[in-house]
């Protein structure tokens, strides 16, 4: 009879406990995805990575909550959902206003030492010396 009792009291306590460390661990994880993919987008480099990050860890994390909580889950979709849509607008407009020397130079400052902060360049590459020689001499 002690023994029915403590494993009446003690179970929904255990799994209750189990299920809080669970979704502060998820909580934590997505925060940190979110942040690391944002982090990626203001640097302008490695956009491909964090979209894989996304990819990856964002339906292990869905899945593991929708096991837990449905409800929660549901919420957490929304938000998923809605940052995705912001992340995948951002880059669109990047890749549209930056599209014809946007990639060039993001290079060329990582070479001279730059990170490309901004979220585009600041004026448009001048030519490089060999074009410039070329057009001279024409």
Do not use: H
Request: proline share 4%.
């Amino acid at each position: 009879v002690v023994i029915c009792i403590d494993v009446v009291i003690a179970m929904p306590i255990l799994i209750g406990a189990i299920v809080v460390v669970c979704i502060i661990v998820v909580s934590v994880l997505l925060i940190i995805c979110i942040i690391v993919v944002i982090a990626l987008l203001i640097i302008g480099i490695f956009v491909i990575i964090a979209l894989f990050i996304i990819v990856i860890a964002l339906p292990i994390i869905i899945i593991v909550i929708a096991l837990l909580f449905p409800a929660v889950a549901i919420v957490i979709l929304c938000v998923i959902v809605v940052t995705m849509l912001v992340i995948i607008i951002v880059i669109v407009i990047r890749r549209v206003k930056g599209s014809q020397w946007g990639y060039n130079c993001v290079r060329s400052r990582l070479e001279t030492g730059q990170l490309a902060l901004s979220t585009g360049c600041d004026s448009q590459p001048s030519l490089p010396s060999d074009y410039v020689t070329i057009l001279s001499l024409k």
